[in-house]
């Protein structure tokens, strides 16, 4: 299908380790977010990507997390040496223009990330 | 900053049943909101949108959402559930600066629809 990609699905990892989430928008799409739910929390906006660049870092919760995006296409998101309060479903999203505030945004599925 | 407030943490209701499921933002600027749905193991989906215009807006399998500015909020409302309804749904506003579009989301409303 042409919708958002994320990948792996799911993550298994020890803690101390480091992960790298990656994230395939709708084709075309030039806007990108990364947000961050947790067990019984709402979404947490994370990142924005406007191509390759992030306008808006503000969201990420420490320096152990990085994301990039390469070619205005996919996106990756990077937590080194993982804590357990990590563990949470990462999710993307893709829009057309992220200045038009009349379009919505597309989901991925997430990845679901457990720190042991 | 906006912010978004769903009062209902979990709703249970029997199959058949109407349900309202609540939402108030906190700008009383002109504002975009959104109603998402999550399905087990799946990621959000748009449901439905208020941009302007009528006041009441549908999605396609029958919720309904009313934008009230007086008392700032944009409850979504079906008046009969089907089981399949049983999900999670996210109130969000757009907040826009910097020259991009942010969805701010409420913390979420789990439906829980028992036969």
């Known amino acids: 299908g042409a919708g958002v990609s994320q990948s792996p699905s799911n993550k298994v990892t020890e803690k101390g380790k480091d992960v790298e989430l990656r994230c395939d928008p709708i084709?075309?799409?030039?806007?990108l977010y990364w947000y961050r739910q947790s067990l019984g929390q709402g979404l947490e906006f994370l990142i924005y990507?406007?191509?390759?660049?992030?306008?808006?870092k503000s969201g990420l919760p420490s320096d152990r997390f990085s994301a990039e995006r390469t070619g205005g296409s996919v996106s990756t998101l990077t937590i080194q040496r993982t804590q357990q309060e990590d563990s949470a479903v990462y999710l993307c999203?893709?829009?057309?223009?992220?200045?038009?505030?009349?379009?919505?945004?597309?989901f991925g599925d997430g990845t679901r990330l457990s720190i042991l | 900053a906006q912010s978004v407030t769903q009062l209902d943490s979990q709703v249970p209701v029997f199959e058949e049943a109407p349900v309202e499921l609540r939402c108030n933002y906190s700008?009383?600027?002109?504002?975009?909101l959104f109603w998402y749905v999550q399905y087990p193991n799946q990621g959000l989906q748009l449901l439905l949108k208020?941009?302007?215009?009528?006041?009441l807006v549908e999605s396609i399998n029958g919720f309904e959402a009313e934008f009230n500015k007086s008392q700032t909020s944009f409850h979504l409302r079906k008046p009969s559930v089907h089981i399949s309804d049983t999900a999670e749904y996210f109130c969000?506003?757009?907040?826009?600066?910097?020259?991009?579009?942010?969805?701010?989301f409420g913390a979420g409303t789990r439906l829980a629809v028992h036969p």
């Open positions: 700008s009383s600027v002109s504002v975009y």
């Open positions: 999203a893709s829009s057309p223009r992220g200045g038009d505030s009349n379009q919505p945004q597309h």
């Open positions: 208020y941009l302007s215009g009528s006041t």
């Open positions: 990507f406007q191509g390759n660049s992030a306008p808006d």
């Open positions: 969000a506003v757009n907040e826009f600066s910097g020259g991009y579009n942010k969805l701010i």
């Open positions: 084709s075309g799409h030039t806007a």
